[in-house]
């Protein structure tokens, strides 16, 4: 992991970035992430272990950040179950918000995640990061209709599919590279697209 934050550090960074976005992952090297940064290996290697170091230092922020939203997120909706809240305050935030006020921000670490990743263990990174929300969303829903909302009983692989489906709608327009006004505008469509089907599941609608 890195040692520091000093100015070298940070134009090692952006070499870094620069390098596994225009070559990905695999056809990156050392040596031209060094010649970006104006200095050699052996000076990269007093900051970062190996090149799959160097990857993670640039994805695992975006990683925390979503998991950490993630976190919250699912503790504010079982608070709201707990308390018998209205459908419409229950349902409130969704995946779009995290996107807007996580992944937008840093949206090159999302960029790196899908596009530039193979060959590193985050070549999988949806998929993982989809079966690690399906049983989050299964286990809500049965909490749920314990409370006495109407949601509806679904397996754990129906789950993934439409999560599946949903996510990759999300994060179509930041990968593909659009302008962030293109981005808000195409998340809203995706919003409405889906909502009122999430909504329906629930028993939210």
Known sequence: M???????HIKIDQAMKAEFLEKGFAGASI????????????ALYRHYTNKEDMFSSLV????????????RHKAEKYSLVDSQADKGVLFGESFIDMITEVVLPQ??????????????????F????????QKAV???LVYMRQHGYPAREMNEEEIHILLSAYLTAIIEPIIHGYS????????CSVNE?????????????
Request: aromatic content about 8%; hydrophobic content about 35%; glycine content about 6%.
């Open 193 to 205: 697209f889906f909502m009122p089907g999430w909504k329906n599941i629930m028993g939210l609608s």
């Open 180 to 187: 962030q006004d293109k981005i808000k505008s195409y998340l």
């Open 60 to 71: 695992d922020p975006l990683i925390n950040d979503m998991d950490t939203w993630m976190e």
């Open 107 to 124: 949206k090159d670490r999302l960029i790196l995640l899908i596009n530039c990743s193979q060959g590193t263990k985050y070549e999988s």
């Open 31 to 42: 040596r031209s992430i060094g010649e970006r940064a104006g200095m050699t290996s052996a």
């Open 126 to 133: 949806l998929h993982d990061f989809v079966e690690k929300n």
């Open 2 to 8: 890195p040692k520091d934050k000093t100015a070298s």
């Open 138 to 140: 299964t286990n809500a």
